[in-house]
């Protein structure tokens, strides 16, 4: 197999946005392709573009042809669309890199682009409910933050964990988000804040749940030869991992505190590589929901089943602790843009990796984690270091 | 000009339009009922097309209990999807050691408790657009 890098990023502004979602391809597009002076648009070979509903909510389908014509990409080896609810932007970053690896391109970009708040936030709840099974969860109007509900509460039935540890999370996700002039939300959140913020589903409050987000992110991959040929600085793709547990809720373990399926796929991540969780500098990882970032300290084995509550209060996940975990803010702070959120994760840990994040500079990393999901039982680990 | 945004949320029950009718057809008349695989003797839920262990798709209706307990819970007081009312109360059921998922009708949301004896409420939504009446396997707390 071939080596494979990242070797470009780039990310528009999250948030409510007035802007197209050609506008948002565009503003991705152009970051990333400023990030990579040595890339012009006619050198990409090859385009995967991750993106949940813009059947609704953009009125569009053919998303992939459209993003390439809106980036001036004529793509010649590669060219798809990945939908994998929340995980799509992963996924796309996961059929990139086998191509490369397979030696069937050299130079691919992907992209995850999503515009939800059209004509409002509403109509993003509404189509939230196309990621559960319709027939047999969806029509009762069971969304994501129930799910994840579920979740919390059997971690805090079983291993004591508090509301004010889950608050904790949104603190430090919007704490970091601060730092982050794309984050969709920039001016922080109090313990107090988050207490108090109104509840969504027991015991899930408002500023413990992801917001409705439009934006885009972009990264270029290439092959080991063409990478060290751009740049002197590749953030190099060491392992992945994706499993499913299951679909419908009566399917995944019994208790949904344990995910087996994240730690499956970051065992295989890990093996892959040839590290173990102790050697992360820095992860990204899918806090949709303040539980889902608790729960994913667990199964990466950041710490043990059932501590993530104290790991959190005690700052083991913040700068100066034992891995920084959502240093751009998380999902919680920067928003989530469904298809986006994979590789807007990529990006952080790319400029993570060389140097290149400014005010929320992780110190000399080396090692970062991507941890994306697609509700509790399906979960995508990609890691990227500095090494190849 | 209005933003149009018909469209249906409940499944198509019809003996027309799927091959579980006979589910919803008991559904309506009180009864839970799923499938068991006249291959391998599995009894699946939710009701399935063909049996993942054995491959067959020959199968007999048996019925569950009309009780169960509540195994998980929450309650979602604000962001439900349009013409869905809140506080809803979400609930995986234990129904002869199946998890079922569902919601609890006319319950106080701040009673629910994990263990609490619930019994089958099917609950009628709207005809689909044929007019054939629609059923959902809801529960409520039961009696004690």
């Excluded at chain 1, 600085?233 to 499913?244: D, E, F, H, K, Y």
């Excluded at chain 1, 949904?256 to 065992?267: D, E, Q, S, T, V």
């Excluded at chain 1, 990882?285 to 509550?309: N, P, Q």
């Amino acid at each position: 197999m071939n080596e494979v890098a990242l070797v470009g990023a780039g990310v528009s502004k999250f948030g409510v946005r007035k802007a197209t979602y050609r506008d948002l391809i565009w503003e991705a597009g152009k970051a990333c392709f400023d990030s990579t002076p040595g890339v012009r648009p006619g050198d990409v070979e090859g385009l995967v573009v991750g993106s949940v509903m813009p059947e609704r909510t953009a009125f569009q389908s053919h998303i992939a042809s459209l993003a390439a014509e809106a980036l001036g990409i004529r793509p010649s080896a590669l060219s798809a669309r990945t939908e994998h609810m929340c995980a799509s932007g992963t996924v796309g970053i996961r059929y990139a890199y086998a191509f490369i690896a397979a030696g069937l391109a050299d130079l691919v970009m992907v992209l995850g682009v999503e515009k939800l708040n059209q004509p409002s936030g509403d109509e993003a709840i509404l189509n939230m409910g196309t990621g559960v099974d319709r027939e047999w969860e969806a029509a009762f109007g069971l969304t994501a933050p129930p799910c994840f509900a579920l979740a919390a509460q059997r971690h805090m039935a079983a291993y004591g964990t508090s509301e004010e540890q889950l608050a904790l999370v949104g603190v430090k996700n919007h704490t970091h988000a601060t730092k982050n002039p794309n984050a969709h939300f920039t001016r922080g959140a109090t313990l107090d804040q988050v207490l108090c913020s109104r509840m969504i589903s027991t015991p899930l409050r408002l500023y413990m749940c992801s917001p409705i987000t439009d934006g885009a992110a972009a990264v270029l991959l290439a092959s080991g030869e063409r990478a060290r040929a751009l740049t002197d600085r590749p953030v190099w793709i060491r392992g992945t991992g994706q499993a499913l547990d299951g679909f419908q809720l009566t399917s995944l373990h019994e208790d949904y505190a344990h995910w087996p399926a994240l730690r499956r796929a970051a065992g295989a991540a890990y093996r892959m590589a040839g590290v173990g969780p102790a050697d992360v500098d820095l992860a990204e990882v899918h806090d949709c929901f303040a539980i889902a970032e608790l729960i994913a300290y667990e199964e990466l084995g950041f710490c043990k089943k059932g501590e993530a509550g104290p790991f959190v209060a005690a700052g083991r996940s913040d700068y100066g602790g034992d891995v920084v975990v959502n240093p751009r803010g998380g999902l919680i702070g920067c928003g989530h843009p469904l298809g986006a959120t994979g590789v807007a994760q990529a990006a952080e840990v790319f400029v993570q990796l060389r140097g290149e994040a400014g005010a929320r500079q992780v110190p000399d990393a080396a090692l970062g984690l991507t941890h994306n999901n697609s509700g509790m039982g399906e979960h995508v680990v990609m890691l990227y270091g500095r090494e190849a | 000009m209005s933003y149009f945004r018909a469209i249906d949320p409940f499944p198509l029950e019809s003996a027309e339009q799927t091959k579980l009718h006979e589910f919803y057809r008991h559904l309506g008349e009180g009864r839970l009922v799923t499938t068991r695989c006249a291959g391998c003797g599995a009894t699946a839920w939710p009701p399935r097309g063909f049996c993942p262990a054995c491959v067959s798709d020959r199968f007999e209706w048996v019925d569950l209990a009309r009780e169960g307990t509540v195994h998980a819970f929450t309650v979602q007081e604000t962001g439900l999807p349009a013409g869905f009312e809140a506080p809803r109360v979400f609930a995986i059921v234990k129904v002869d050691g199946h998890r079922v998922f569902t919601i609890l009708t006319g319950a106080d949301p701040g009673a629910v408790r994990v263990g609490q004896r619930v019994a089958l409420a099917p609950l009628r939504v709207a005809d689909d657009p044929t007019g054939h009446p629609r059923w959902l396997p809801a529960f409520r707390v039961a009696s004690p």
